[in-house]
């Protein structure tokens, strides 16, 4: 087990050095009203798009899918991937490439039942870009995330102006992403109250989102809180999974460079948000972990998602989505002020923890179920409400 972690070490830090990386081709560019969009509404069989029909490898059970026109779906959803592009440089190519179609199968098509999907590629900070030299030299130098946060800026103004059309939206983010997704709610929804209005809720995974202590507002947002109750809309459910109880580079504390790089409340007197999913979704029963049954596409992220589950392979079945054989509970934890939900294996399957990372891969596809849950609650109280 040793030598296997520090083999996947090793790959990450040559990776992260730039010493063997393989560019992915580039893919079509999707530009819409001067944007470049991963998912789209005009955009056929995007990679948002996937049906849910879904094996359980436990049970058998073989759930067909239950397609749903864009025509039906009363809200939005803005979804802003995590770090998956490992090519050279700082920043990644600003246009799709097959990492973020792989990361956008396994995150937000999910949602695509309960909402339009829309999603822009951005030249986001690479694993290279957020190795622990450069994200240092960030804290001095904002120009980094300035880049990537430019570009999603670009793209919720584009959408705003030209897609939106006073519906209802919900934000959706992972690891970088949610760092983006913090700081365009605190600086574009947060301060206007027609915008609020209109924010059904956050989805964000994996990025430290903060309060004050004791309270439910006051760090990242001042009016807009994290939700507490279920079918609470106006409100963002936020966590950071973990196994081991170890610190971690995610969701760990007030020691997070990169929010403060990005200006953003870290530090004494804030504290990470770790809200409930089994309270506020209603689904109280022990879950898995739900992925494509397409394998992701090659590069350090396949890597790393293929050793959590060594010796066994990415669950995969004939049907689109297949949840694995583990089930787990989950409560929220205050291990050493690192407040994240931890996973209580009920019945356990094979997982590797990835030093520094934990089971950060997997924050949105475990329980993702109680996720589209707190979604679809979130849309039933937002429209009763609109």
Not at 160 to 186: E, F, P, Y
Not at 203 to 212: K, P
Not at 311 to 333: D, F, H, I, N, Q
Request: net charge positive.
């Amino acid at each position: 087990m040793k030598l296997r972690r520090l083999a996947v070490v090793a790959a990450i830090a040559a990776v992260t050095a730039g010493l063997a990386v393989a560019v992915p081709a580039p893919a079509q560019a999707a530009v819409i009203n001067g944007v470049d969009w991963l998912c789209h509404t005009e955009m056929k069989n995007d990679p948002c798009d996937l049906k849910n029909d879904r094996t359980d490898m436990l049970t058998g059970k073989k759930t067909p899918a239950t397609p749903v026109a864009d025509a039906d779906k009363q809200i939005d959803c803005f979804y802003l991937y995590p770090t998956v592009t490992d090519n050279l440089g700082l920043h990644a190519p600003g246009h799709q490439v097959p990492a973020t179609e792989s990361i956008a199968r396994f995150q937000a098509a999910p949602f695509n039942g309960q909402c339009r999907v829309f999603a822009p590629n951005y030249r986001q900070m690479t694993l290279f870009g957020l190795t622990p030299a450069a994200i240092a030299a960030m804290v001095g130098n904002h120009d980094l995330p300035a880049v990537a946060y430019g570009d999603v800026l670009r793209a919720w103004k584009s959408y705003l102006r030209n897609d939106n059309q006073g519906r209802g939206v919900v934000i959706i983010g992972h690891s970088q992403g949610t760092m983006m997704a913090r700081k365009l709610i605190r600086e574009q929804i947060d301060p206007d109250p027609q915008l609020r209005k209109r924010f059904v809720g956050g989805i964000l995974m994996g990025g430290n989102v903060t309060t004050r202590e004791g309270r439910t507002t006051g760090g990242d947002f001042r009016n807009i809180p994290v939700c507490t109750q279920r079918g609470q809309a106006g409100c963002v459910t936020a966590y950071s999974t973990e196994l081991i109880g170890l610190p971690s580079l995610f969701g760990n504390s007030w020691l997070d460079a990169l929010s403060i790089a990005m200006g953003l409340p870290m530090g004494p007197g804030f504290q990470v948000a770790c809200t409930d999913p089994a309270k506020l979704s209603g689904i109280t029963r022990p879950v898995g972990a739900t992925t494509p049954s397409k394998p992701f596409a090659d590069g350090i992220i396949s890597l790393l998602m293929a050793y959590t589950t060594f010796p066994e392979a990415l669950p995969s079945t004939s049907s689109t989505w297949t949840t694995g054989k583990g089930r787990y509970t989950s409560s929220c934890v205050n291990t050493a002020g690192f407040h994240r939900l931890r996973v209580h294996p009920v019945i356990p399957q094979q997982v590797n923890e990835i030093p520094l990372f934990d089971t950060h891969l997997l924050d949105v596809n475990f329980g993702v179920e109680r996720l589209v849950k707190i979604v679809e609650l979130q849309k039933q109280t937002h429209l009763a409400t609109a």
